[in-house]
T-cell receptor, first 115, second 121 residues
Framework: TQLLEQSPQFLSIQEGENLTVYCNSS?????LQWYRQEPGEGPVLLVT?????EVKKLKRLTFQFGDARKDSSLHITAAQPGDTGLYLC???????????????FGKGTLLTVNP | GAGVSQSPSNKVTEKGKDVELRCDPI?????LYWYRQSLGQGLEFLIY????????KSGLPSDRFSAERTGGSVSTLTIQRTQQEDSAVYLC???????????????????FGPGTRLTVT
């Protein structure tokens, strides 16, 4: 069962364009993280969102956590070639009680920004 | 080093052979995680260590997979009698831990290593 669905799976845009990628689930997460992964490297954490409805900005990147804590979006303004990479969302949970140490990852959105 | 390191970076092995993958976590991180990333798939959780103990091994795909951690530091993931479906990138991550036991993954940032690309021919 795929708990986190990311869309689109692939996205190729021109430098300067805006884009939004989505991470959706039918499950509630206590927190949700966004990572970026470049070829030959491990994922690098971009942001963690915890509160339903929370919006966080990281330069040209805007992250939003859904009110019900089941979904999230990542919006990039004026994309640059350096934004190219695999964007992964990961949820902490869903809880089955007690501490939860597992991150559940989506399959990712592969973004290519062409100069 | 300052980050998580993994070795080897690439491993090509013949079907049926055993392989060992190594992870050196960030010094001071008590939690260590192994994930597997296959082409077109997300990261699949394999196992979590709290110190030298592995409270949850449920993500290991079969009994051919095992992992250990010694001295609260280095971890080794062993795959016995490798199969072609074992081909993937194996990622290790480490983080601080909840001293009360267990960890809320979202609270403690997981730092990933570069991975070991395993190819079984």
């Amino acid at each position: 069962t795929q708990l986190l669905e990311q869309s689109p799976q692939f996205l190729s845009i021109q430098e300067g364009e805006n884009l939004t990628v989505y991470c959706n689930s039918s499950s509630v997460f206590s927190s949700l993280q966004w990572y970026r992964q470049e070829p030959g490297e491990g994922p690098v954490l971009l942001v963690t969102v915890v509160t339903g409805g929370e919006v966080k900005k990281l330069k040209r990147l805007t992250f939003q956590f859904g009110d019900a804590r089941k979904d999230s979006s990542l919006h990039i303004t004026a994309a640059q070639p350096g934004d190219t990479g695999l964007y992964l969302c990961a949820g902490d949970g869903p809880y089955s009680g007690g501490s939860n140490y597992k991150l559940t990852f989506g399959k990712g959105t592969l973004l290519t920004v062409n100069p | 080093g300052a980050g998580v390191s993994q070795s080897p970076s690439n491993k090509v092995t013949e079907k049926g052979k055993d392989v060992e993958l190594r992870c050196d976590p960030i010094s001071g991180h008590t939690a260590l995680y192994w994930y597997r990333q296959s082409l077109g798939q997300g990261l699949e959780f394999l196992i979590y260590f709290q110190g030298n103990s592995a409270p949850d091994k449920s993500g290991l795909p079969s009994d051919r997979f095992s992992a250990e951690r010694t001295g609260g530091s280095v971890s080794t993931l062993t795959i016995q009698r490798t199969q072609q479906e074992d081909s993937a990138v194996y990622l290790c991550a480490s983080s601080f831990d909840d001293p009360r036991g267990g960890v809320l993954a979202g609270l403690y940032e997981q730092y990933f290593g570069p991975g070991t690309r395993l190819t079984v021919t």
